[in-house]
């Protein structure tokens, strides 16, 4: 294997079983991925299919109020509703390519198994999804659209039961299907080469976006700001500014209610350096190395550890990264909302607080992109559960 | 010769299987697990593998995940299993090997824990996340005080990956019987003995075979050149254990006649 790291996190720390499909899914990575075939389909996939390319609104209300210009990466109007989907195209166009006949695919809220269930489809392939039992209750309308796509959708019971154990269930699976089967992985972490591919496929984000910010305003942003859960969208929106240095690259964890010592997602700000699904990253993790149940309002963000790659960009500096509590996420989803009729993911809404409540630390009249990741439809249940009230619909006691 | 190599040479001296049971530190509960360790080393061990419990076990099946979930709430660490196996040193005639994941190995620190195992009497490492690209540095560490990282590997592993391996292993090679999880089956698959052929021929070590053991007549449908030097059996001696069994009449079934080698 080669490049396997990110300065000292990364690696492919994996039972031996799952070695030969990991050096088939490089080979393929490097034969494959980047032939002019390849590259031809996937772009009329990604074009007529999903939706590329997405929009780079410029949002006029909130600027004047902020004081700069914001900038929104619309991957809320991609195909399914979320940047998801540029990953599993790709990964079911390889996996096709290298002869495989199934995908498996881990879920947490559900986007990333509804992207993969609706790729499986368009391309002919199997789909079983891998989802926490307590998300398979709490996000059932996921559920039902991965079925309907033709996904088998299996609830996880183990551990904590939810993404980390969804996890450990679909590379379980894989050890046993690995003839037939590929590993759709969701983010940009896992064993080597996940965080390379699944960074690659999302790159497309930031190619465009830098495209788009140079044609509309005839400069870069002084700032990019991306989510960060396992961190997929926010390397693919940042590899497009990677060699910028003048633009700076933030990314907002998850740092749940904000209670002291509450479970959060924020293993960049609060994790420390180990090893879990395949790779070294930062982690949440106790003292002698049993990983955290994590916490966020936002479903995709919701995982106790993070991509590599970032945990590198942080040591480097090269990357900053914050934090924002669930409170803050809500207000921002309301505020984009209501200032410019777009309804963003909780996940994104994490990217979005971070700039309402920090319009000091960017530069007055300058320029700030913002991932908006995905689309908020999907959580409309949870913010009923927490705002019901406000907007005259009955809310529902949390369980 | 590795003190690991030994025990299972000296079983095939005396023609039979060396037996390698794995139990999960602390399960069902301290006084068990303590009194299970020694009744299992009193019928015959020759090696036992004591499993270090993780919160994300992706190489194991229910029956060790729940074990490993259900001893966690107990508190169980790498320290107290090093501490607990330092007072009884002296007691085990069998050689021990830790089992667990990289994890709460490296957070207790490489450099410590081959300084701790050789203190506390334990031979050996299986670190099922650890393949050989990985493995190297800990490999060295781990050597310096004796202590052998056992390779693992399976029927998908190729003659030039084994051969990787077999530079630079020692002790036994853990066989793999199954593209799978640990856990219980009713028969070992038939797939296995090409695997054990090649390995063979890659090592000059033991070959143990485990994952989905439970009883010696399993082994006995396998030709002579499929035939491993010792048996791994795990999930179901914990699910014995469950069910209000002793180590001790677990441990007869492969002590006794049907323990015999076929050679």
Redesign the interface.
Known sequence: ?EN?YFGKYG???????L??PLIEVEAAMRDILPSQDFQNELGELLANYAGRPTPLTFCPNLSKELGFSLWLKREDLLHTGAHKMNNCLGQALLAKKMGKTALIAETGAGQHGVATAAAAARLGLKCTVFMGAEDVERQAMNVMRMRVFGAEVHAVE??TRTL??AI?EA??AW??N?ETTHYCFGTAAGPHPFPRLVAELQSVVGKEARAQILEQTGKLPDAVVACVGGGSNAIGIFRGFMDDSEVRLLGVEAAGTGESGCFNSAALNLGTP?????NRTL?L?T?????EPSHSVAAGLDYPGVGPEHAWLKDTGRAWYGMVRDGRALAAFERLSQSEGILPALESSHALAWVFDHPQELPQDGCVVVSLSGRGDKDMDIVRRHLGEKYSIPGQAED | MHILEKKIRDAAQAGRYAVIPFLTAGYPDEDAFWKSLADLDQAGADVIEIGVPFSDPVADGPVVEEASRQVLAEGWTVARILEGLKMRREIFGAAIVLMGYMNPFEQYGFEQLAQDCAEAGVSGLIVPDLPFEEAAPYRETLRAKGVALVALVGPNTSEERMRLYAKVSEGYVYVVSVMGVTGERESVAPAIVATMERARRCFNLPLALGFGLSRPEQLKILPATGQPDAAVFGSALLKHLAGGGDAASFMARWTGEAGRRLD
Request: net charge negative; aromatic share 4%.
């Open positions: 294997m396997s690696g492919c720390f994996v039972p031996e079983l070695m030969p183990t551990g980390k154990d450990n590379l379980r050890i046993a690995q180990g090893v879990l699904h395949g982690l993790q003292p002698e190395g049993q990983i």
